[in-house]
């Protein structure tokens, strides 16, 4: 009797109760697709094993943006946040913009525009084609460029003015190689002889008809000694002479006009 009831006892053990067989058998399957995670996931989100640059680069380099990236050893392709990447490699002063996308199973693909410099901007920045200022390294700024500057928020006006001055005076003398404006809002122009012209407030382009008129007539045999014109006069406009003594060849229409108070507007 004894064996019989110990009989009984054992098969009551090795009887599961029927509420508990789908729980059991939801837990076996969440084993077994953790276990096939594991094992696939170096296949199906393998480590970046490059990265691949679209884009013309003349200044930059592939090891600056490969640097910029900054990914993890290890750093697998779906773990990588694009957003943060784009914008590390975007914060390169040579970078305009970039965007970044992934190749299966272990690319990185960064298509990139490269700034286009306009021109040197203050002391040690430069302002690129699409007018914005940024600030490389020193000996990468190109010293052939033209030398801009201006107060905060004229960079595109600055810019878009020296365009003109360039291209209406590019033939002649007076071909500009910087332009800068002042915080009262004057304007000079320095042109590739060195000559300073003192444009004054207001917009400097309308000086263009007296610099290639007048101004080339009384003047042009004579650049080497000029230092400076001043064209801040409502009715003509001055001379500076690098050694302070005008040539007695200069007609006399260069020195400065008088007006009610003899003084430039």
Known sequence: MSATMLRHHDDEAATWPRYLRPGLLLAALLAVAIVAVQLLAPMVNP??????????????????????????????????????????????????????????????????????????????????????VFTPSPDEIPQDLPQLSAPAGHEAETAAVYEELRLRLADSAWSPMGLQLDARGEWRMTTRLGIELRLGQGDPRRHVALILGTVSDSLNAQLEKVGYVDLRYSNGFSVGWKDGVAPASVSDKVAAPRGTDGKPH
């Open 47 to 132: 480590p970046v094993d490059s990265i691949r640059i679209v884009g013309a680069m003349k200044r930059l380099k592939a090891t600056d943006i490969a640097a910029a990236a900054d990914l993890e050893p290890d750093q697998r392709l779906f773990d990588t946040d694009l957003l943060d990447v784009r914008a590390r490699i975007e914060a390169l002063p040579w970078v305009s913009q970039a965007q970044v996308s992934r190749i299966w199973p272990d690319t990185l693909a960064v298509k990139l525009v490269e700034r286009q410099p306009f021109a040197r901007w203050g002391e040690a920045q430069v302002i690129d084609r699409d007018s914005r």
